[in-house]
Antibody
């Protein structure tokens, strides 16, 4: 069965960086795009970007351009999301989510499997 | 970016009654090449990740009860719960996947009246 298991909660000081991991299993890792979505406390869902696990290409939401980097390690079927220059407004739960399209052609499809979420707290 | 706007922001419905949530996109999300609406609905309960309910605007994900249905095309969409159950209390989000730059609606909080 498809599983996305994320790394544990993080507490960082403003200005620091955080790197969250998402380990995939139960399917061919390099055949499906992966997305990152975040949710601030009590707020809605915010799409951050997408990575092609096969070639490593990425597309980011404009809001995060220059601050976010998504990478992958095909040997461990893991994707990573690193967010730099953290500010208090970045405090949120960060989710990885698999794109359901098996074709690796953008724009892709809907998000069918989600990780459990990783709480990142940016606080002094 | 495509802006997704849901209405209402919150909704209280009696058990067994119908609940209707609307979603409007700022541009068409119907691909003429395959005649599909690139619109999904998700349900999120407190402390849980979102769960896929419907895709292609009206196709239920396997395991989703048939009291959940979706309709609409182009820019206007509706999620309907035909007979509200206690376990349906949640926040519901629409999302377009017409564009690589995905966007979600702001969410609709559904409660029991």
């Amino acid at each position: 069965q498809v599983q996305l298991v994320q790394s544990g909660a993080e507490v960082k000081k403003p200005g620091a960086s955080v790197k969250v991991s998402c380990k995939a299993s139960g399917y061919t890792f390099t055949s499906y795009y992966m997305h990152w979505v975040r949710q601030a406390p009590g707020q809605g869902l915010e799409w951050m970007g997408i990575i092609n696990p096969s070639g490593g290409s990425t597309t980011y939401a404009q809001k995060f351009q220059g601050r976010v980097t998504m990478t992958r390690d095909t040997s461990t079927s893991t994707v990573y999301m690193e967010l730099s220059s953290l500010r208090s407004e970045d405090t949120a739960v960060y989710y990885c989510a698999r794109d359901s399209s098996p074709w690796l052609q953008l724009p892709g499809y809907y998000l069918d499997y989600w990780g459990q979420g990783t709480l990142v707290t940016a606080s002094s | 970016d495509i802006v997704m706007t849901q209405s209402p922001d919150s909704l209280a419905v009696s058990l067994g009654e119908r609940a209707t949530i609307n979603c409007k996109s700022s541009q068409n999300v119907l691909y003429t090449s395959d005649n599909k609406n690139y619109l999904a609905w998700y349900q999120q309960k407190p402390g849980q990740p979102p769960k896929l309910l419907l895709y292609w605007a009206s196709t239920r994900e396997p395991g989703v009860p048939d009291r959940f249905s979706g309709s609409g095309s182009g820019t206007d969409f509706t999620l309907t719960i035909s007979s509200l159950q206690a376990e349906d209390v949640a926040v519901y989000y629409c999302q377009q996947y017409y564009s690589t730059l995905r966007t979600f609606g702001q969410g609709t909080k559904l409660e029991i009246k």
